[in-house]
């Protein structure tokens, strides 16, 4: 089974944390993968996303002309990549930043106010890990403690303190039924 994962947003949301915690949960599972991350020349704000293949196959290419499942975390990355989600695709829309639903009937979407859930649990950079959270629970992609034990262990030492905070988010995600 092969998954083709584009994650997109703007820069600062944790797009390509997200993108290489599911690289690397899959690869210590075995699985091949490919990360590729892409971005404008600004730190912040800018667009940024990344596209994740996870297969049982080796994967001869990186580039995803029509992912399998789109995660957008912001409006302009919603209305790029949305029409190109693969027919029986999954979307998974950050709906506290993007206000339109997706007119596609031959898609399955998920709205998920992942921005506004952060900031009311005091997550403030969060909406990335509750997202991450959320397309846990639709797709089974991994088990949930394969998932939290990677992220968890990509955080340095000197940054313990999100230790708690990455738990309490992907926790959120995954149990919302919005």
């Not at 210590?28 to 971005?39: A, D, I, M, N, T």
């Not at 029509?66 to 790029?80: E, G, M, N, W, Y």
Request: include cysteine.
């Amino acid at each position: 089974m092969t998954s083709r994962i584009i994650l997109a947003g703007f820069g600062g949301q944790g797009i390509l944390f997200a993108g290489k915690q599911l690289a690397k949960t899959a690869m210590h599972k075995g699985r091949h993968v490919s990360w590729l991350p892409s971005y404008g020349p600004e730190m912040r704000g800018g667009a940024a996303n990344c596209s994740v293949i996870i297969s049982d196959k080796e994967i001869g290419s990186p580039i995803i002309s029509q992912p399998d499942i789109l995660v957008a975390l912001s409006l302009p990355s919603f209305s790029k990549f949305e029409p190109a989600v693969s027919e029986g695709g999954l979307l998974f829309a950050n709906s506290s930043l993007i206000p339109e639903k997706s007119k596609r009937g031959d898609i399955k979407a998920h709205y998920i106010p992942a921005t506004e859930l952060a900031a009311k649990n005091g997550l403030a950079g969060g909406a990335n890990v509750i997202m991450l959270g959320y397309l846990l629970y639709v797709t089974r992609l991994f088990d949930y403690d394969e998932l939290i034990g990677n992220i968890l262990s990509s955080i340095p030492a000197s940054k313990s303190a999100l230790i708690e905070g990455n738990k309490k988010a992907l926790l959120l995600g995954y149990e919302y039924r919005g």
